[in-house]
């Protein structure tokens, strides 16, 4: 069986992740890790999962890398501007692998590729995001990745967001206005809004639940062994991308 740290192990992310590890039969768990860990601890295990805090994340990951480890990294924050000197990082160092996920709900997922599917296909497009009033950062890593995504899908063209200047319209994110919620009562919740000629397309997630995370913990888990390099995203690991092989390239789709 293979042994995994997990960093962050007491908050509800880690906590979760911690029961699926103890409940697979190929894994065991190794040290629980906190912030009052020392950077030492865990190094024995050899999987590192990480579901710490937006700030430590990366010296975390630096570190488990550097030192041999796989690692699963579930904590929020990492952009496209966090996910560059990782990849170069990785490259650096012959066999190594590191999966990075925005999200471990298989209807986040399908939600965002959905989202992908729709972006050349509509001139507006506008994120909404809603979590409970303990999560530290804003947007979500679900956010900011979904509105990569949605970027590139509409091959670089940007959308119209008026007055994106006025706090009010959100922060902008690889072009897309992006408005953060924290509210009692909230688990997760995504809304990708398309306004067209005469229409609207939103396309929604709703978290009621963090079992809704389990099934995407352990295919990470069973995928790590056999990656090479950087994985974002659960995608083609659960062969979602293969969708959007289906429904042609990126780019204007728009009549």
Request: charged content about 20%.
């Amino acid at each position: 069986m293979s042994s995994v740290a997990v960093s962050g192990a007491r908050g509800r992310l880690g906590s979760l992740v911690c029961q699926v590890v103890e409940d697979h039969p190929a894994f065991t768990l190794g040290a629980q890790l906190s912030s009052a860990s020392g950077p030492d601890a865990g190094a024995d295990a050899a999987i590192l999962f990480d579901v710490s805090h937006p700030d430590a994340s990366p010296g975390i990951v630096e570190r488990a890398l550097r030192r041999g480890q796989r690692v699963i990294v579930g904590t929020s924050g990492w952009s496209a501007e966090r996910l560059d000197p990782l990849r170069a990082l990785i490259d650096e160092l012959p066999g190594s692998a590191a999966i990075v996920v925005p999200n471990f709900s298989l209807g986040s997922v399908i939600g965002t590729t959905l989202a992908r599917v729709a972006a050349p296909y509509f001139d507006g497009v506008e994120i909404i995001e809603a979590h409970h009033p303990g999560k530290v950062d804003s947007p979500s890593g679900t956010a900011v990745r979904t509105a990569e995504l949605i970027a590139e899908a509409r091959g670089g063209e940007a959308a119209p967001a008026p007055f994106a200047d006025q706090p009010a319209r959100g922060q902008l994110v690889a072009g897309i206005p992006v408005h953060s919620l924290r509210l009692s009562g909230v688990i997760a919740r995504q809304e990708v809004r398309f306004g067209g000629s005469g229409e609207v397309l939103t396309v929604t997630h709703d978290t009621h639940s963090n079992d809704s995370y389990r099934a995407g913990i352990r295919a990470a888990l069973e995928a790590i062994g056999s990656v090479s390099g950087l994985v974002v995203g659960l995608d083609s690991l659960l062969g979602i991308d293969r969708v959007l092989g289906a429904a042609g390239p990126p780019g204007n789709g728009r009549p």
